[in-house]
């Protein structure tokens, strides 16, 4: 089973900074995507950051130049760094991955963390 433990959440002023990180455990393969997600109260969740299969990293419109998504594959963490926070930054943020998994006869499976809450506000 895979689990993801998100972290980093706190309240932060606009144009302030924050750093995620989420730990990923249990065996996953061929892993096409990995990275973060948000959903803000009322909305639909949106991927803002991830890592696709070939090793690219993609962005939301809305974050792009102003977060990073990097990972430590020896510590199985990917972390999102936010920059220039804005109001509209404000939403629980989720990790995901998804990819194959030898204990389920190798299908394709999704996993997802608990949140973190990001508030963005003065």
């Known amino acids: 089973q895979v689990q993801l433990v998100e972290s980093g959440g706190a309240w932060v002023q606009p144009g302030g900074s924050l750093s995620l990180s989420c730990a990923i455990s249990?065996?996953?393969?061929?892993?096409?995507?990995m990275g973060w997600a948000r959903q803000a109260p009322g909305k639909q969740r949106e991927l803002v950051a991830v890592?696709?299969?070939?090793?690219?990293?993609n962005y939301a419109d809305s974050v792009k130049g102003r977060f990073t998504i990097s990972r430590d594959n020896a510590k199985n963490t990917v972390y999102l760094q936010m920059n220039r926070l804005k109001p509209e930054d404000t939403a629980v943020y989720y990790c995901?991955?998804?990819?194959?998994?030898?204990?389920?006869?190798?299908?394709?499976?999704?996993?997802w963390g608990q949140g973190t809450q990001v508030t963005v506000s003065s």
């Open positions: 890592f696709t299969g070939g090793g690219s990293s």
């Open positions: 249990g065996s996953i393969f061929s892993v096409n995507v």
């Open positions: 995901t991955i998804r990819g194959l998994e030898k204990s389920t006869s190798w299908s394709e499976n999704e996993y």
